[in-house]
Each structure stands twice: as C-alpha cells, then as structure tokens.
C-alpha cells in the first residue's frame, strides 16, 4: 500500500503547476505550492502514508461537515433542515445569489459558506467562547489530536479580508435567515476555517465518517450512525461545491475540500483520507489532490456508485 500511494503522488505531482494556491487571504498565499501529502486510515486501524503528510496547514471549508455535525448534534435533524436545505447549488462557495430567486434557505447547504455561518449560530453555549471552545473540542475528537488549535496569522488575515463573507452574513440576516449577533457569528466562521490540521487528522476526521461515528480500533462512538449517513450524503452532493457531479463521477465518494489546500475523503466501510497540495482549480479545489484521488479511487475500487 505504501508503494502504491508513493507511485500515486508521484503520478499526479505534474498537476501541480496547473494550479494557483489560494491569495485572496494574504497569508495563505504564503503556502508551499509543492508540499504534496497524502494519509489513509483504514477502519480495521491501519494507517498508511506518503509524502508531506505531517505538514500542518488551515481546515479551511473541511470544518464545514464538523459545523454540520455539531450543529446536528445540539439541534436534531429536523431543526437543522429547517435552518438549512440540503441541495446543490451549483455556484461557487462564496456565491451571493444563491438562487435566482429571494433568498430561502432551502437554496442553500451546509457546505457553501452561507450554509455554514448559519450552523455556527446553532452551536449550543453559554458563551461565544464556550461554543468555539465545544466546536474545538468535537473537532479535536474526530481528528485524534487534544492539542488542536487555531492559527491566529491565517484567523486574523481571514477576518481582516472577509467582507465577502461579511456581505453573505448580512444579507443572511437582513431576510431574517441569521439569529445572534452576526459579528459574534463570522468570528466563529473565520476561527473556525483557521483550524490547524494535517493529512494524518484528516484521514481520522474521514475514518470517523467512513466508520458511522466510530472511532477505528477503539470503536469509541462520537456520534450517532444517522448523523454520518446525513453529513455523508451532505458531502457527496454538494461536497466539493460546484465541482461536485464531476467528482462524484471521477472519483465517487464522499469528500470535502479547503481553500488551503485539504481534501478529506470518506469511502464508507472501508477508510478515511486526508491530501494535502495547496495548488488549487478554479473552483477552489486541490487539483492534484483530486487527481490523486481519482486514482486511487480507480485502483481501490473505491467509487460507492
Ligand atoms: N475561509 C474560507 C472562506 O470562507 C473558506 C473557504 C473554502 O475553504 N472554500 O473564504
């Protein structure tokens, strides 16, 4: 398996210089273009690596599914469906018209940053620092690490040029679809994005989902089975936002991407992957990475479809 993901990464590498690391966040413009990395964490506890897999970089949108899932979990299914709807845009993540309608909160998901602003007003909490602080903690468990934690360059350099998300946070507000204070909310989005994870995290993140809220190996139950089958389904449609048909074609498993660079991947049963090259598509994905994962999805017979 090693040999395997080592002729893999060296297969896709030349797909690096098709691709731009994200700069319309100053400091993730400082990203190393050629780090490239992947680890697989499979559910019988096996883990598996090559390349700059310990290499730490933002979660970026990858929190978007733990958002989900905190949400679900302080909430229940029907509260969070009625917040937020559950189909495909079709338009960028950070799209301002949803729809070609009024703005309704059946046209947005929980993977679009509209989406994911409204579930970081759903996390339960006495305070804003004790939500972030249960955010954390979930996140923390599905990664395998206690010490995560946030990078305060990239947080400060998201939150100084966030206006779009701003302009997607008011507007959310303004048709009534926001409840809390919207500055508390975005603090929450921008903290949250600046997360700081590797390829190894996001494989345990994507072994937790592929396992139904298990952990492998210790079989320590993180959330119910309902919730997985929910972000799960989530992810494959609308995981790698616009980009998600033809990744479900190609690749065909469940997977969220990260300006930063992230994909975490989730093959149901079977494992959990965590990729890391910061060169990304035009839609924001990691465009070696998603090669990467086509292949590996063709020689491991890993599609659901
Ligand atoms: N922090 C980023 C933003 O909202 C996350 C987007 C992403 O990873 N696609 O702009």
């Not at 946070?169 to 303004?174: F, I, N, T, V």
């Not at 993180?222 to 936002?241: D, E, K, Q």
């Not at 965590?274 to 990304?280: Q, V």
């Amino acid at each position: 398996m090693e040999e395997l993901l080592e002729r893999l990464l060296e297969e896709c590498r030349c797909y690096i210089q098709e691709g731009h690391v994200a700069d319309y966040i100053p400091e993730l413009s400082k990203s190393d273009p050629d780090a490239f990395g992947i680890y697989i964490i499979n559910s019988d506890g096996r883990h598996t690596w090559a390349g700059d897999c310990r290499q730490s970089f933002t979660i970026q949108s990858i929190v978007k599914p733990i958002l989900l899932l905190q949400a679900l979990l302080d909430n229940g299914m029907e509260a969070v469906q009625r917040r937020v709807g559950m189909e495909a845009t079709g338009k960028p993540f950070d799209a301002i018209n949803s729809s070609d309608q009024a703005l309704d909160s059946g046209h947005i998901n929980p993977m679009v940053n509209m989406g994911a602003i409204v579930m970081c007003s759903l996390i339960k909490g006495g305070t804003y620092e004790e939500r972030f602080q249960r955010l954390l903690s979930l996140t923390g468990k599905l990664a395998g690490e206690e010490e995560i934690g946030v990078d305060e360059a990239v947080y400060l350099s998201e939150k100084a040029h966030g206006s779009r998300n701003r302009a997607l946070a008011y507007l959310l507000k303004s048709y009534g679809l926001l409840e809390g204070d919207v500055e508390e909310v975005l603090d929450c989005y921008f903290r949250a994005c600046s997360i700081r994870v590797s390829c190894k995290a996001l494989a345990h993140i994507g072994a937790v989902l592929a396992n139904r809220g298990r952990i492998p190996l210790t079989n320590e139950r993180i959330f119910p089975s309902a919730l997985a089958r929910y972000v799960n389904a989530i992810l494959m449609t609308c995981g790698m936002y616009d980009g998600s048909g033809e990744f479900a074609v190609r690749v065909g498993v469940p997977a969220k991407s990260g300006v930063a660079g992230g994909i975490m991947a989730v093959a149901p049963t079977r494992m959990g992957i965590g990729i890391y090259s910061p060169a990304l598509d035009e839609k924001g994905n990691s465009l070696a990475g998603i090669r990467l994962l086509e292949k590996l999805s063709q020689e491991l017979y890993l599609s659901i479809f």
